[in-house]
């Protein structure tokens, strides 16, 4: 049997600053079934869709938008429990071979529609073992050392526009070769970063701020 590429959707129960938020409606349906249904939506690539969970309300809901589920051991379900443990469990609990894992996180739903074809054709053409989405930041960064500022990436009077570019992991979405999740990783040393130029890169729900600027998003670009 030929090897899949499949999703995983990491999604625990146990969220403080946000209660119940993979549970909560967006734009009138759970957070959670926004990247189940982005995974399903891109079938050509991805032949499984996993949701690995520790609560009841969570598994009813990946179930009735047509995922499978995962049923999430409380030992790596914990607050400090790196996301790496859930998906190694997943793959060790399948009774097929899986060549390719695409993490989505119920975390960032919003995503652009041919995100992932593209990511995917690139991971393929490079034969890369993983690939991740960055976004470009355009802050004027620094640190402080005894109450005083002290620039990182420029200098003082320089225009934003001629800053050195530094880049972030926005978490939009991850491609893996299996080896590299047996290593305990999600994203190698040598992990193509796929640049992302998009406002869906700035939503990562953690709180109910999070979350209304991520429905204020939706609505605005229905």
């Given at each position: 049997?030929?090897a899949?590429?499949?999703?995983?959707?990491?999604?625990?129960?146990?969220?403080?600053r946000?209660?119940?938020?993979?549970?909560?409606?967006?734009?009138?349906?759970?957070?959670?079934?926004?990247?189940?249904?982005?995974?399903?939506?891109n079938?050509?690539?991805?032949?499984?869709?996993?949701?690995?969970?520790?609560?009841?309300?969570?598994?009813?809901?990946?179930?009735?938008?047509?995922?499978?589920?995962?049923?999430?051991p409380?030992e790596?379900?914990?607050?400090?429990?790196?996301?790496?443990?859930?998906?190694?469990?997943?793959?060790?609990?399948?009774d097929?071979?899986?060549?390719?894992?695409?993490?989505?996180?119920?975390?960032?739903?919003?995503?652009?529609?041919?995100?992932l074809?593209?990511?995917?054709?690139?991971?393929?053409?490079?034969?890369?073992?993983?690939?991740?989405?960055?976004?470009?930041?355009?802050?004027?960064?620094?640190?402080?050392?005894?109450?005083?500022?002290?620039?990182?990436?420029?200098?003082?009077?320089?225009r934003?526009?001629?800053?050195?570019?530094?880049?972030?992991?926005?978490?939009?979405?991850?491609?893996?070769k299996?080896?590299?999740?047996?290593?305990?990783?999600?994203?190698?040393?040598?992990?193509?970063?796929?640049?992302?130029?998009?406002?869906?890169?700035?939503?990562?729900?953690?709180?109910?701020?999070?979350?209304?600027?991520?429905?204020?998003?939706?609505?605005?670009?229905?």
């Amino acid at each position: 049997m030929k090897a899949k590429t499949i999703a995983i959707i990491p999604a625990r129960g146990g969220s403080k600053r946000l209660p119940n938020k993979n549970c909560l409606l967006l734009g009138g349906i759970p957070l959670l079934a926004h990247s189940i249904l982005y995974a399903k939506e891109n079938q050509n690539i991805i032949e499984d869709v996993f949701v690995t969970t520790d609560n009841e309300s969570i598994k009813d809901i990946a179930l009735q938008f047509g995922a499978k589920v995962i049923d999430r051991p409380s030992e790596i379900s914990g607050d400090f429990e790196p996301t790496i443990t859930a998906v190694q469990h997943v793959i060790s609990s399948l009774d097929f071979e899986v060549e390719n894992v695409i993490l989505l996180q119920p975390t960032n739903p919003l995503r652009p529609k041919n995100l992932l074809q593209d990511c995917f054709e690139k991971y393929e053409k490079l034969d890369a073992n993983s690939l991740f989405t960055v976004s470009q930041n355009h802050h004027k960064l620094g640190k402080i050392h005894d109450n005083q500022f002290v620039p990182f990436n420029y200098k003082i009077g320089q225009r934003s526009q001629d800053l050195e570019p530094l880049y972030f992991e926005n978490g939009l979405l991850y491609i893996s070769k299996v080896n590299v999740i047996n290593n305990h990783t999600i994203i190698s040393e040598e992990a193509f970063p796929y640049i992302v130029d998009h406002v869906f890169a700035a939503v990562d729900i953690d709180t109910q701020d999070d979350f209304d600027f991520a429905e204020y998003l939706l609505n605005k670009n229905k």
